[in-house]
């Protein structure tokens, strides 16, 4: 059997996430499709992580593993024929067979963007957290660098998880605007279930003036009562995995 990586690209607005469901297909399935489309084999393709409705990959990494001899090099564009528009292989490489997408990667990347607009766009609405407010750039900056290295993260975690261990170390987190669109970039080893989305809300509250406490403080209470809103996920994408 060949071990097969695959970095694969996709809008998440139409689908379920990345994992298949009792009535949608999700990105996983899709790609599935596809692969039994070009090699009869049914595979189950393993995901770096998985990527909730409406959020988007630039970089999402897969591991499945098949008989079939079609070179890797060909195997985007066979892919890509069978998959819809919105999903697309965009690099595939053969691997060792220890390769695990998920437990072989050492770190994520992700982008937010935020529209800061008085009037909705809609070249963005899809990809983008609508923001009408102004808000305090230089204070968002600031602030954000309190999320710089380990700390316990409880706070920033929503309901629903049954993680027990909460610590997870930031490596870099960047604010940038251009003209009306501010994009966040966050890199660490782990995140705990709609980290980043909570930290956007986080930030967005305090450059609104509404959270007026500091970063660091709001970290120590290890409490989702003392963090923002969770903003929503279509402004959400997974670019890099690191391993």
Known sequence: MRNIKIIIQYNGENYCGWQKQPDSLGIQGNIEKAIYEITKE???????????????????????????????????????????????????????????????????????????????SPIYKDTSYHVRYDLDFEKMCKEAKHLIGEHDFKGFMSSGSSVKDTVRTIYDITLEKHEDLIILEVEGNGFLYNMVRIIVGTLVDIGRGRINESLADIINYKSRGKTGHTAPAHGLFLKKVDY
């Open 42 to 120: 049914k595979v189950k393709i393993t995901g770096s992580g998985r990527t909730d409705a409406g959020v988007h990959a630039l970089g999402q990494v897969a591991n499945f593993k098949i008989e079939s001899s079609i070179p890797a090099e060909k195997i985007p564009n066979a892919l890509n024929a069978k998959l819809p528009k919105d999903i697309s292989i965009i690099a595939c490489s053969e691997v060792d067979d220890e390769f695990h997408s998920r437990y072989s990667a050492k770190g994520k990347r992700y982008r937010y963007l935020i529209y800061n607009q008085l009037y909705r």
